[in-house]
Each structure stands twice: as structure tokens, then as C-alpha cells.
């Protein structure tokens, strides 16, 4: 499984590397890790790696979020890519409008733990 996390915090990132490549390794998932939604929108369209999950950070400038799913969802009509919504913020606003998109599994408050990704993961694999 390929799975691409979009954040333009770089310590957001690098903590979910470090936390979450154990498992992944043992999940057999490759990880990939971003901080530019529009230049990974170019390299989707160039290479046409989609990844299998995507865990997308809603606040982000210039592009946030939403902002980059409504793309993806135009470009990528045919993508079988589930978005995983991270937030630091419990806001339930979010929460409503992430139940608004057929490829949002759902939203989960950042930093990720190993056992939520292994849950996330476990739960994909056997749809």
C-alpha cells in the first residue's frame, strides 16, 4: 500500500516519519511524505503515482486542503485514493464537512500514533 502524507509542517512530517516507518515496514506500506499540495498535484499528473491513502493537512498556505481535494477529485476522477483529514484542531466543522466527500474515510487529529495508522491500514486492506 502506498501512502503519501501532504503537511507543510516539516516537524509534523519528519515526526510522522520516524514515528510510523516501523510499522509501515511491517504493514509492507510505503511512505511518502510532502509539504507542497500544488507541486504533488504536478507530480501526479507527470508520473501518475496515486497513492492508495493519502493523509491530507487542512491548513496549509496558498492551497489549503480542501482546496487541494477539490483538484485532486477534478483531476483524478477515476482515483481509488482515500483521504485520511489531519487537524490539530478539534473543530467540528471539519468534521461536517469532510462527511461532504465520498473519498474521505475520515479525520484524525495530528500527530498520528503507530496505532492508529495500523488501524487505518488493517481497516483499507480488507475492503
Not at 510505503?30 to 507541486?39: A, G, I, R, T
Not at 496515486?50 to 485532486?72: A, K, Q, V
Not at 484542531?89 to 495500523?118: C, D, G, R
Amino acid at each position: 500500500m502506498n501512502i503519501h502524507f501532504l503537511d507543510d509542517d516539516h516537524s509534523t512530517n519528519r515526526y510522522h516519519e520516524i514515528t510510523l516507518t516501523d510499522i509501515a515496514e511491517e504493514k509492507n506500506c510505503k511512505l511518502q511524505f510532502n509539504d507542497h499540495p500544488l507541486s504533488l498535484l504536478e507530480k501526479y499528473e507527470s508520473d501518475g503515482g496515486l497513492p492508495d491513502l493519502l493523509f491530507l493537512d487542512i491548513n496549509m498556505p496558498m492551497i489549503d486542503g480542501w482546496g487541494f481535494l477539490e483538484s485532486f477529485n477534478e483531476k483524478f476522477k477515476e482515483a481509488k485514493t482515500t483521504f485520511v483529514v489531519l487537524t490539530t484542531a478539534n473543530n467540528p466543522n471539519i468534521f461536517e464537512k469532510a462527511k461532504t466527500y465520498h473519498n474521505i474515510k475520515s479525520v484524525a487529529i495530528k500527530p498520528l500514533s503507530p496505532e492508529s495508522l495500523q488501524d487505518l491500514v488493517k481497516e483499507l486492506s480488507s475492503q
